[in-house]
């Protein structure tokens, strides 16, 4: 079975374009997380969805981040617009339901200049 | 206060010696994870053990939930083991969020 699938793996841009992240998470599972993960916060939750309704978050640092899950198998985060302090790598996760044990996509590295 | 605490923060280990990484935690736990972070950037997941004993090949761990600390074994490690070891913690009605530890960073040498 395919595990979290996200893409872009690298992103590049300028200070003040929207970036898109995107996450496809194992089939079946009912939560989708997104993890950040920088050198002086380490890894941080900014938001989770069960069954696409997002639940807590309160880990979203300010509304240029905003997140969607419009189905089962797909969510973004979108980051508009972007700042250099907004560098980091980005993972998505998902899990079969509360408690239980998460696993991570391959990260998108985020350099925003 | 600290939610997640690692220890030792470095470690560095000759290949083929035995270390075990230690996670303390605040809080009833409904999910307990243990991660390895490879060269690469990519989380692996090593142990989900909320509580108990679980083995896998050269690893294994414990979680002591009523103490609040869990445990990670190394046996004979080898190079590849090198990266950062993340603990992570859900607490009982904190929804399914996990708090991650600061980790253990691991370095083998030859």
């Known amino acids: 079975d395919a595990g979290v699938i996200q893409s872009p793996r690298h992103e590049v841009t300028e200070m003040g374009q929207e970036v898109t992240l995107r996450c496809k998470p194992i089939s079946g599972h009912d939560y989708l997380f997104w993890y950040r993960q920088t050198m002086m916060r380490g890894l941080e939750l900014l938001i989770y969805f069960n069954n696409n309704v997002p639940i807590d978050d309160s880990g979203m640092p300010e509304d240029r981040f905003s997140a969607k899950m419009p189905n089962a198998s797909f969510s973004t985060l979108k980051i508009q617009p972007s700042e250099p302090r907004d560098s980091a790598v980005y993972f998505c996760?998902?899990?079969?339901?509360?408690?239980?044990?998460?696993?991570f996509g391959p990260g998108t590295r985020l350099t925003v200049t | 206060g600290i939610q997640v605490e690692q220890s030792p923060p470095d470690l560095i280990l000759q290949e083929g010696a035995n270390s075990t990484l230690r996670c303390n935690f605040s809080d009833s736990v409904n999910n307990l994870q243990w991660f390895h972070q490879n060269p690469w950037g990519q989380l692996i997941n090593l142990f989900y053990?909320?509580?108990g004993t679980k083995q896998n090949g050269r690893l294994s761990a414990t979680t002591v939930a009523t103490e609040r600390y869990s445990l990670l074994y190394i046996s004979s490690s080898q190079t590849t083991d090198s990266g950062v070891y993340f603990c992570a913690r859900g607490v009982t009605g904190g929804g399914n969020k996990l708090t991650f530890g600061t980790g253990t960073q691991l370095k083998v040498e030859l």
């Open positions: 996760a998902s899990s079969t339901r509360q408690g239980y044990e998460q696993y």
């Open positions: 053990i909320p509580s």
